[in-house]
């Protein structure tokens, strides 16, 4: 996991740069505003798909009805895909390989009766086009930093390959990221000059002898500047012993720069990455209120691409064609992502609760436990809601 993280930017020759070089200033530093954007984008979309509980539909062999089951393929996906995961942390590694590399490649692999699920740290995928693509050259990883390298080749029969790529989109990110670097460079730049103290040392006629007064012995120019200067750029407090031949003057102590440009320009960019991921500007700054539509806003435009890309992916190999086209699938469950207060949604539940609704499909919109009980199951129509016949309600 930490070399997903740390390996999240490229620099300008596309090699993969370590996040906490660019913070040290070590590697693409001029883009560090942007990088530190699209890294809270990026986290921000991963946790919300890494904490979405993954539904199973599957056909009960009984009644032959589409039932919510928790069997095999739930337990995978959500509590333990493999022996060194839980299911958090692999939907949050799953996502950011989309995220960032734009694709990812998901091995099945098979161990006694059940079916355990890897993210590929790295592979090689084949050039078929018209046909299934084969993959090799994969290497796996733990949150340990332990690594091994898979010679065995895979398919997609026993893996899942997800690509969400945008040339283009790509392309222009990479464009703005430089327009934009070069810009804070030059207000920076500005910012310094102007708030940089210049000074001039003045002294009247010919070159006077300079004695240092620590040492009694004659010193240079260079050297008596440096001094000067030592006490006037100290962070302390600082006492200046200046020749009565010499005047000190500040040259710009009336241009000093503020910071609005370059926050201006701090904000225009983390407005440009809010919008390039969808995501609302409310939602990414925090300043989320109430009445805010940015939750849904975020779900809608935002998450779901890629809530469907893996939803997609997952129901092509681990259900398949047949038991898809009669119902069965795998799918996010959207409507427990945030924290919902049953007591603020009370009008809302008796409102379900009368439209047919039961008190255990309420429940799982909720995120709240299963009702092992017959009434909890049992679906209820009142206030006169009912069919339509001639063009009034059916009473």
């Known amino acids: 996991m930490a070399s997903i993280l740390n390996k999240i930017f490229k620099n300008s020759n596309g090699e993969y740069i370590d996040i906490f070089d660019v913070l040290l200033g070590q590697g693409n530093a001029e883009n560090y505003i942007y990088t530190m954007a699209e890294a809270k984008a990026i986290n921000l979309i991963a946790k919300t798909i890494a ?23 739930y337990y995978m996906l959500n509590i333990q895909p493999n022996y060194n995961e839980n299911g958090t942390e ?3 590694k799953l996502a950011l390989k989309l995220l960032i590399d734009k694709e990812a490649l998901i091995l099945i692999n098979k161990l006694k009766s059940r079916k355990f699920l890897y993210v590929a740290d790295t592979f090689t995928a084949s050039n078929d086009i018209l046909h299934s693509k084969t993959f090799k050259d994969i290497t796996l990883s733990d949150k340990l930093g332990n690594s091994i390298r898979i010679t065995k080749e895979y398919n997609q029969e026993n893996a899942i390959y ?8 790509t392309a222009a990110e990479e464009n703005f990221k430089k327009r934009m670097g070069k810009l804070l460079k030059t207000v920076e730049t500005k910012y310094k ?19 240092d007064y620590e040492t009694g012995k004659e010193i240079s120019y260079e050297e008596y500047t440096k001094k000067i200067t030592d006490g006037l750029l100290s962070d302390e407090e600082a006492i200046i012993l200046l020749a009565e031949a010499f005047d000190l003057i500040n040259l710009n102590k009336d241009s000093k720069e503020s910071l609005s440009d370059y926050k201006e320009l701090i904000k225009n960019i983390g407005d440009s990455v809010a919008s390039n991921y969808s995501i609302p500007l409310d939602l990414f700054y925090g300043t989320k209120t109430e009445k805010s539509t940015a939750n849904d806003d975020f779900i809608s435009f935002s998450v779901d691409f890629y809530y469907n890309g893996i939803e997609d992916g997952l129901n092509s190999v681990l259900v398949g064609q047949k038991c898809y086209c009669e119902g069965e699938r795998i799918q996010f469950n959207k409507y427990s992502i945030f924290h919902k207060d049953i007591m603020d949604s009370a009008s809302g539940i008796d409102k379900l609760i009368s439209s047919t609704f039961s008190r255990n499909e309420i429940n799982e919109f909720l995120n709240l ?27």
């Open 51 to 73: 904490k979405t509980e993954l539904l199973v539909f599957s056909k009960n062999e009984k009644s032959e009805k589409i039932e919510n089951v928790k069997n095999d393929i």
């Open 90 to 92: 692999f939907l949050y």
């Open 193 to 211: 000059r102007a708030n940089t103290s210049k000074w001039r040392l003045k002294k009247p006629g010919g070159q006077p002898t300079l004695m």
């Open 162 to 169: 997800i690509a969400l790529k945008n040339k283009d989109l």
């Open 369 to 395: 436990p299963y009702i092992d009980e017959d009434w909890a199951n049992k679906h209820n129509l009142t206030k006169n809601y009912g069919n339509v016949k001639g063009g009034g309600n059916n009473e």
